[in-house]
């Protein structure tokens, strides 16, 4: 076998192990990127952003949990291959209880998905105001 050869294979091997390490065998969601990850969310408004990885339970009524900024949004869907959520970063969330919501602050935030598999790996989001 010549040595270009043994050198592309060898390249294979590894991008292939690459990416079996960031898939769990039993299906545990994954994050890859959040799309875009610095956003300049609007007083009153909300910015899509897309979150893109595997695992993520597929297709509507959704049954994934989006975990961010200390609240969780239930019931979310993702696409036909369960590898994006497009996800609407709003103004304000809920506190709790019957208190007012309270406005999402300038700073950075996680993002983790909950499915009935398990809780994926966090990315952050960065928020300016």
Do not use: Q, W
Request: charged share 15%; with cysteine.
């Amino acid at each position: 076998m010549n040595r270009k050869l043994l050198i592309v294979c060898a390249m294979a091997i590894l991008a292939s192990c690459a990416h079996f390490r960031h898939s769990d065998a039993n299906g545990t969601p994954h994050i890859d990127a959040v799309r875009p990850d610095s956003v300049l969310l609007p007083r009153g408004g909300f910015v899509d952003i897309a979150i893109v990885g595997r695992g993520f339970a597929a297709g509507m009524p959704g049954s994934n949990t989006i975990e961010f900024a200390g609240t969780t949004i239930t019931s979310v869907a993702a696409d036909a291959a369960g590898t994006s959520i497009r996800f609407a970063v709003p103004d304000m969330i809920s506190s709790g209880g019957e208190a007012p919501p309270v406005p999402i602050e300038a700073g950075s935030y996680s993002i983790r998905i909950r499915t009935a598999a398990g809780v994926s790996n966090a990315m952050t989001v960065r928020i300016y105001r």
